[in-house]
């Protein structure tokens, strides 16, 4: 089950990884694009829009990806002032901790995005359906989800640099 866990989990983490990276194109040339032919005297507004909600799936999806590599938000500079047993129960409970916030922010995303779903509410100028832009939320939340729960039966998470003593870590 573990070993299971562990490939969902990085095939999830290199999907995303693609997926950011031509987000992040997408973004880029619709910027481009925008500016381009701004200086030729024509405007395509939609440019921004899609330069926009292209950025806002490439963020999340982000958060997703540095979830998986252990690079998100943690509290490390305790982690050199405290025996080495101390700090595997802290960083497990920072894991939980996360895990808990992430299902709550997914669940909370899937209602919004089912409340517009029901409205029917479209982006004004691709047309594209709101709820697949909010959809970023829950999506990205669910994925940290099975990250750190990965993480968690795992009992491990990407190997953190130990500095020699607690002032190294402070200099």
């Known amino acids: 089950m573990t070993g299971l866990l562990k490939r969902l989990s990085r095939t ?3 999907v995303c990884g693609g997926l950011i990276a031509f ?16 200086a030729f005297g024509i405007s395509y507004s939609w440019t921004e829009e899609l330069a926009r909600y292209s950025m806002i799936w490439a963020v999340y999806l982000g958060a997703s990806v540095a979830t998986a590599r252990a690079a998100h938000v943690r ?20 894991l939980v901790i996360t895990l808990g ?30 709820y697949a832009m909010y959809a970023a939320i829950p999506v990205s939340f669910a994925l940290m989800a099975l990250h750190l729960i990965q993480q968690l039966v795992d009992g491990e998470t990407v190997p953190q640099e130990q500095p020699a003593d607690a002032q190294a870590h402070f200099s």
């Open 12 to 14: 999830v983490d290199v």
């Open 23 to 38: 987000l992040t194109l997408v973004g880029i040339g619709s910027v481009a694009l925008g500016v381009m032919t701004r």
């Open 75 to 94: 509290m490390e500079m305790l982690q050199p002032l405290m025996p080495q047993r101390a700090w595997k129960m802290v960083d497990r409970l920072q």
């Open 101 to 130: 916030f992430s299902l709550l922010v997914a669940f909370i995303g899937m209602k919004l995005v089912a409340q517009l779903h029901e409205l029917g509410q479209e982006s004004p100028l691709l047309g594209v359906p709101m």
